[in-house]
């Protein structure tokens, strides 16, 4: 075997990190380390760097941590952002009906997952389906205490109808909400407009401000050719937010998101924001790394991951554990596929195809462009739908998108090998594996209710949230 080409070793000033791109894993070495070839060989076998990981064969047979339950409420918006996935506004609603029917069903196809996640979002503003929110939001409560699992309902919002009335009421439901917000007013507002094509900036920093206890509350930014400045960014929106996700924007005209022209730049802004998250950690501030982990940010994802040493086979979970229902009760992989028919994966007639669900699953798993790729065993792949709208090929990948996906990699490799050396590792390392529990079944809360079976879960969920705020703080 020419060792070689199984791994890839990256030189960064005075050591390197070698990586397997048989299993993922990686070890960082002295700069003179592969002078001598059979040394090097002899440590890379040492590190088990050449045994194949076990691949999972069936999803079927598998367990699942976390359901995710998306629910295509509406596409109604009362806002006409320019790069929104959803110009063509199909009309529809669903009803409370439809809704209950496809929570009872996905937690009666999977009853062993640990968590359900309920997202009505939807592909417009969800505040503007106000009751049937709220009557998904108390049903969520409801069957939190009959099936003893917490049944979570989330949404994302423009931010522009939060005021104290409505905020109130999405609370009282149990509904955690993020808003969107693409930075200052001059970044947010180049995209992010009315119908009018004014900005929104003034008006939902302005309900934000309003809210007074902002803990829970996260901000999605969508990364496009006009907010590159990362650090920028990120300095402005922790002022609002304690959890801030940044991810590209989905955009197949080339001229919005990341292309050709950009992706250096956008490289570089990615550098500039690993050696701000740095030197602030030097200074022993965490809040920008933490704000990072704590949602689902992009770059957040890749440093998780590397700390963790976590290894993922697929890139997501489309299909897997997450399932979106459509106006018409066709139910999708994801929600950014409704309407494809290839990803359509049953009904609420007749439940999920399960033998549909393990083709998806082995299509992910395959992915015969990532097979020579240092990166596969953090990034998982292209996205499905990505690959679908590139070349309506779903093996296929988007080489501008793995060139920033494979610097982030690197980025994150750079980023553990430094602050490894900072007293504020363990805090950080903690800081992950909470993180990653966070969407898991919390167990302290089922061996309780184990013993106490007439105690309601989404009291004792609430004593335990309110536990850990205090302990956080
Ligand atoms: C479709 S919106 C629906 C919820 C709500 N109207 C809002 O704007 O938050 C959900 C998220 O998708 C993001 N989004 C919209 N179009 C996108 C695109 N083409 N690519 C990636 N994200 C997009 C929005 O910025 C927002 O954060
Ligand atoms: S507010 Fe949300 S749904 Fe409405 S146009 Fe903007 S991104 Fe799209
Ligand atoms: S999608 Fe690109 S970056 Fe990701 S594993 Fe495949 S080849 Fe590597």
Request: charged share 30%; proline share 2%.
């Amino acid at each position: 075997m020419n060792y070689i080409d199984n791994v890839e070793i990256l030189d960064f000033s005075n050591f390197k990190i070698i990586v397997s791109k048989i299993n993922g894993r990686y070890i960082s070495v002295e700069k003179r380390v592969g002078e001598d070839k059979e040394k090097l060989i002899a440590l890379l076998n040492e590190n088990e760097f050449f045994s194949e990981p076990i691949y999972p064969k069936t999803v079927n047979k598998g367990k699942i941590k976390t359901v995710y339950i998306s629910l295509h409420i509406s596409s109604d918006c009362n806002m006409s952002c320019t790069y929104c996935f959803k110009t063509n506004r199909s009309k529809g609603k669903m009803s409370f009906a439809e809704a209950k029917e496809f929570i009872d069903l996905m937690i009666n196809t999977f009853p062993h997952a640990g968590k359900y996640i309920v997202d009505p979002t939807g592909s417009g503003e969800p505040l503007l389906e106000m009751d049937l929110l709220l009557s998904i939001g108390e049903y969520c409560k409801k069957k939190s205490n009959t099936i003893k699992r917490e049944v979570l309902p989330m949404i994302v919002t423009n931010g522009t109808l939060l005021d104290s009335n409505s905020v109130s009421k999405i609370r009282n439901a149990g509904i955690l909400f993020g808003v969107s917000l693409d930075g200052d007013k001059k970044r947010n507002d180049f995209f992010r407009t009315d119908y009018n094509g004014n900005g929104v900036y003034k008006k939902v920093v302005k309900n934000i401000k309003a809210i007074k206890d902002r803990t829970l509350m996260g901000v999605a930014v969508t990364l496009t050719r006009k907010n590159t400045d990362l650090v920028s960014i990120i300095k402005h929106l922790i002022k609002y937010f304690p959890t801030i996700s940044i991810k590209p924007v989905r955009d197949f005209s080339g001229d919005i998101g990341v292309n050709l022209n950009n992706v250096e730049i956008l490289k570089q802004q990615y550098s500039k924001l690993m050696n701000f998250l740095i030197r602030e950690i030097q200074k022993g501030n965490t809040e920008y790394l933490a704000a990072l982990l704590n949602g689902d940010d992009y770059f957040g994802k890749f440093i998780l991951r590397t700390i963790l040493r976590q290894r993922v086979f697929t890139r997501c979970d489309a299909g897997i554990g997450r399932f979106s229902l459509a106006k018409d009760g066709r139910i999708y992989v994801c929600p950014g596929a409704i309407d494809i028919e290839e990803f359509e994966i049953g009904n609420l007639k007749d439940g999920i195809d399960l033998d549909k669900r393990e083709e998806i699953h082995k299509i992910m798993i395959e992915k015969k462009k990532c097979s020579d790729c240092f990166a596969r065993f953090v990034c998982g792949g292209e996205c499905l739908v990505n690959s679908y709208y590139l070349s309506s090929n779903m093996n296929d990948v988007d080489y501008v998108m793995c060139n920033l996906k494979k610097h982030l990699f690197k980025l994150s490799l750079l980023f553990e090998h430094i602050i490894k050396k900072t007293k504020y590792y363990n805090r950080i390392f903690l800081a992950c594996v909470e993180k990653s529990k966070r969407f898991s079944e919390d167990l302290n809360v089922t061996e309780y209710l184990n013993q106490n079976p007439d105690v309601s879960f989404m009291d004792i969920k609430m004593n335990r949230d309110k536990y850990l705020e205090k302990e956080r703080k």
